[in-house]
């Protein structure tokens, strides 16, 4: 496959039509900045909680700057769909197996385009962020280790926004059900540490009266700063 920006627009040429791509664009970008905020929210948590040992029984000797980084892949994680055509992005009922096979497409051509904005690093954990460790994910069928934390934080940021948000085809799932289903998958579609700290995160949400869904990036930066100086 064709590298670097050049190649990710070859791609996305082949893929669609021309006129397909600019009406994307406007169904799309909305829904995608939204999610994006949600997972980048998610995604900053389960680091923070990974590198200070807020939500496990152990910090992890990670750069503190990975925050950064696995916030900026949260923000681009899904930009890939624009690639994928209308008619599967906004359809209501089950996808073929064509379909699907459209539909996971997206963490390559994602990972082209931000490989083709210089972030390699970023680029490697979008392309790799529907990988699972029992290696039954997408598209190289990676297991355990060979997944990138950071692809793995992605993981679970990225199921659990998409479990408790609207799709088409379905109303968002009550989080309690969506927190059983990350439980249900810890170890399987899950890696077993990061969904641990991500559900010790929220549940610490829930102690104190705060809202998932209203947390925004920089209040939630300053809150565990505060509790885990570096």
Request: aromatic fraction near 10%; glycine fraction near 8%.
């Amino acid at each position: 496959m064709a590298t670097g920006s050049a190649g990710a627009w070859r791609f996305l040429s082949a893929s669609r039509k021309e006129s397909d791509i600019q009406c994307s664009d406007y169904f799309f970008l909305p829904r995608f900045f939204f999610a994006s905020a949600r997972a980048r929210c998610f995604a900053v948590a389960v680091g923070f909680g990974l590198i200070f040992g807020r939500f496990a029984p152990e910090p992890l000797e990670l750069p503190v700057d990975l925050v950064e980084r696995v916030r900026l892949a949260g923000i681009l994680h899904d930009v890939g769909k624009i690639a994928v055509p209308d008619a599967v992005l906004s359809k209501p009922g089950k996808l073929t197996d064509a379909e699907w096979t459209e539909m996971r497409k997206h963490p390559e051509v994602g990972a082209l385009i931000v490989d083709g904005a210089e972030l390699k690093d970023v680029a490697a954990w979008v392309g790799k962020h529907h990988e699972r460790p029992d290696g039954k994910g997408y598209p190289a069928g990676l297991a355990g280790e060979e997944i990138p934390l950071e692809a793995r934080i992605l993981s679970v940021a990225d199921a659990y926004e998409a479990m408790t948000c609207d799709r088409v085809y379905r109303r968002a799932l009550p989080v309690k059900v969506a927190r059983e289903e990350l439980r249900k998958g810890s170890g399987k579609q899950f890696d077993p540490r990061v969904a641990e700290v991500f559900l010790e995160w929220l549940e610490e949400q829930d102690r104190r009266g705060e809202s998932v869904e209203n947390d925004h990036f920089a209040s939630l930066v300053r809150g565990l700063a505060d509790r885990n100086p570096v």
